[in-house]
Every structure is written in structure tokens, then in C-alpha cells.
């Protein structure tokens, strides 16, 4: 898969947690089985703009010109999608949430390694689009 694709589904899954998360936290958290108090709200909202300026990142990511350009978006992603999945698997294991929280544990897990392969394969990269001009 190239890394454009990779960052559009990344964006799109993005852009639904951090809406929920940003607008309707206490009704998103409640789908997974946890309760907000006042502080939780917050740090849930806080969150949802963190997801959402991602979204925007890797959505604009998406038309890079030079393969270089977009390792550091690609580096962060996995960072990002890699520590999620941890935190949010030790979590699970210590008894948080409800059999939905495994899908953003799964889809943390699937985006770290997608973006790991990204980091290490480089025929998932694309031909730059953009010329430079010859003097």
C-alpha cells in the first residue's frame, strides 16, 4: 500500500474519533464503556483536537512532493499509533472499557505497523509529482 493511502485512512479515521471526542466526548467514551468526570471531559476534548489537527496533517501529507519530505509525518504517525496502542492495550488488560475498546487497540496496532513498513520499504513512496525547473 502506498504511503498516500495509508495517510488518507489515517486522516479519515482521525477525523471521526477526534469529531466524537471533541464534540460528543461524554457520548463517545460512554460506547467504550467509560465513565468522564468534569477533568476527563476536558482531556477527552483536548484529545479530540489533538486527533483532528493529525487528520489535517497527514491529509495534506497525503500530496508531498519529495519522498523525504514526508518521513518526519510518516516517524510521528508511527510514534503516535505505536505508544497508543500500548498505553491503550496495558489499559485493557488492567480491566478498562468494554470489547469495543479492542478496535482503536486494533486499529493503533495496524496503523503503527503500516507506518513502520512505510519507514523501512521505500517503493511505498510515490514518484515526486513536482518538477524543478532547469535554468
Known amino acids: 500500500m502506498k504511503v498516500k493511502h495509508i495517510l488518507i485512512i489515517d486522516a479519515i479515521v482521525l477525523l471521526v474519533f477526534g469529531v466524537g471526542f471533541l ?74 472499557g468494554n470489547a469495543w475498546t479492542w478496535v482503536p487497540i486494533i486499529l493503533y496496532l495496524l496503523f503503527a505497523l503500516a507506518f513502520g513498513y512505510s519507514m523501512l520499504d521505500r517503493s511505498t513512496y510515490e514518484k515526486p509529482t513536482m518538477q524543478t525547473k532547469q535554468a
Open 23 to 96: 464534540f460528543a466526548s461524554v457520548w463517545t467514551m460512554d460506547l467504550f464503556d467509560i465513565s468522564l468526570g468534569e477533568d476527563g471531559i476536558l482531556m477527552t476534548q483536548l484529545l479530540g483536537a489533538f486527533f483532528l489537527g493529525f487528520a489535517i496533517l497527514n491529509w495534506m501529507g497525503r500530496l508531498y512532493a519529495v519522498a523525504d519530505d514526508v518521513r518526519p509525518l510518516i516517524f510521528a504517525n508511527f510514534i503516535a499509533s505505536a505508544v497508543g496502542c500500548v498505553v491503550l492495550f496495558l489499559q485493557k488488560l488492567d480491566g478498562m
